[in-house]
């Protein structure tokens, strides 16, 4: 059974930085895509970035690019998005997830974690 746990959520001031992880086990990330997605109250839950084994790829929504990092460690099935640069608007519930399908860049139809919250005040 996949199972993806997030962490490194909180409050951070305009311009700061964060970690958040994502711990997963139940599979093995070279036979997998996985990916942040995050949601705002009152929006979609959009794509932030991801990574692919399936076909090498690795996107960024152009709103984070520059700014975001993924990357992951597979010996410990465990990913991670580095923030830099946070702007209010990147305030979201995080979540991580992972399938073996995807679609415009990122996993879908896969697994999710409960999610992560991160607020930016300006």
């Known amino acids: 059974e996949v199972q993806l746990a997030e962490s490194g959520g909180g409050l951070v001031q305009a311009g700061g930085s964060l970690r958040l992880s994502c711990a997963a086990s139940?599979?093995?990330?070279?036979?997998?895509?996985i990916g942040w997605f995050r949601q705002a109250p009152g929006k979609d839950r959009e794509g932030v970035s991801c990574?692919?084994?399936?076909?090498?790829?690795?996107y960024y929504a152009d709103s984070v690019k520059g700014r975001f990092t993924i990357s992951s460690n597979n010996a410990k099935n465990t990913m991670y998005l580095q923030m830099n640069s946070l702007k209010p608007e990147d305030s979201a519930v995080y979540y991580c997830?992972?399938?073996?399908?995807?679609?415009?860049?990122?996993?879908?139809?896969?697994?999710w974690g409960q999610g992560t919250q991160v607020t930016v005040s300006s």
């Open positions: 139940g599979f093995s990330f070279g036979d997998y895509a």
């Open positions: 997830t992972a399938a073996r399908t995807v679609v415009g860049g990122c996993p879908a139809f896969g697994s």
């Open positions: 990574i692919s084994s399936l076909d090498g790829g690795t």
